[in-house]
T-cell receptor, first 115, second 113 residues
Framework: NAGVTQTPKFQVLKTGQSMTLQCAQD?????MSWYRQDPGMGLRLIHY???????DQGEVPNGYNVSRSTTEDFPLRLLSAAPSQTSVYFC??????????????FGPGTRLTVL | DAKTTQPNSMESNEEEPVHLPCNHS???????IHWYRQLPSQGPEYVIH???SNVNNRMASLAIAEDRKSSTLILHRATLRDAAVYYC??????????????FGAGTRLTVKP
């Protein structure tokens, strides 16, 4: 199993550009989520999904869109990049059943810089 | 806001035990206590979780206070590879929501050779 994969590893954008961060998992997990991590801080939840066709907002959703058309993929779209979105982005997945005891698996992260 | 409080940093010597504390005074009766760690330039990885009883696995032990308002992650013999940021997180069993997996700043563990 590849686990959770994220592409690209690094990205530099100019203010106002849009892009999509890709996330895929091969563990047939229902739950997937996106976090951002700013320097010296913990992770903050952006959006999450409990299955294909179902998404919801996390703690810091503004400026980001998500969709979940398949179990495997959960892309994160930046609509109009701003310098405040410079961060490291992590995708995670887990099973839904027994939610409070399930281990979350994290991807390696995408380091995004917005100039 | 994170519902847990941890020291910003701790140091340990290699091959000695490490006790990482976490306070969670507002824990509900059904919250599970989870620990994750984040090695440099990597995503977080699961370490251990528990509800009421102490727990052991191949990575660590989790000691939970009787009133559940605090817990301690125990690394029995720290190695240089254990140098990481350790996060203590409460998980609500009722369902995923935007309060789930609230990470604070965690404890940065430095292991000295």
């Amino acid at each position: 199993n590849a686990g959770v994969t994220q592409t690209p590893k690094f990205q530099v954008l100019k203010t106002g550009q849009s892009m999509t961060l890709q996330c895929a998992q091969d563990m047939n997990h229902e739950y997937m989520s996106w976090y951002r991590q700013d320097p010296g801080m913990g992770l903050r939840l952006i959006h999450y999904s409990v299955g294909a066709g179902i998404t919801d907002q996390g703690e810091v959703p503004n400026g980001y869109n998500v969709s979940r058309s398949t179990t495997e993929d959960f892309p994160l779209r930046l609509l109009s990049a701003a310098p405040s979105q410079t961060s490291v982005y992590f995708c995670a997945s887990s099973r839904v059943a027994g939610v409070a005891i399930n281990e979350q698996f994290f991807g390696p992260g995408t380091r995004l810089t917005v100039l | 806001d994170a519902k847990t409080t941890q020291p910003n940093s701790m140091e340990s010597n290699e091959e000695e035990p490490v006790h990482l504390p976490c306070n969670h005074s507002t824990i509900s009766g059904t919250d599970y206590i989870h620990w994750y760690r984040q090695l440099p330039s990597q995503g977080p990885e699961y370490v251990i979780h528990g509800l009421t009883s102490n727990v052991n696995n191949r990575m660590a032990s989790l000691a939970i206070a009787e009133d559940r308002k605090s817990s301690t992650l125990i690394l029995h013999r720290a190695t240089l590879r254990d140098a990481a940021v350790y996060y203590c997180i409460l998980r609500d069993p009722l369902m995923y929501n935007n309060n789930d997996m609230r990470f604070g700043a965690g404890t940065r563990l430095t292991v000295k050779p």
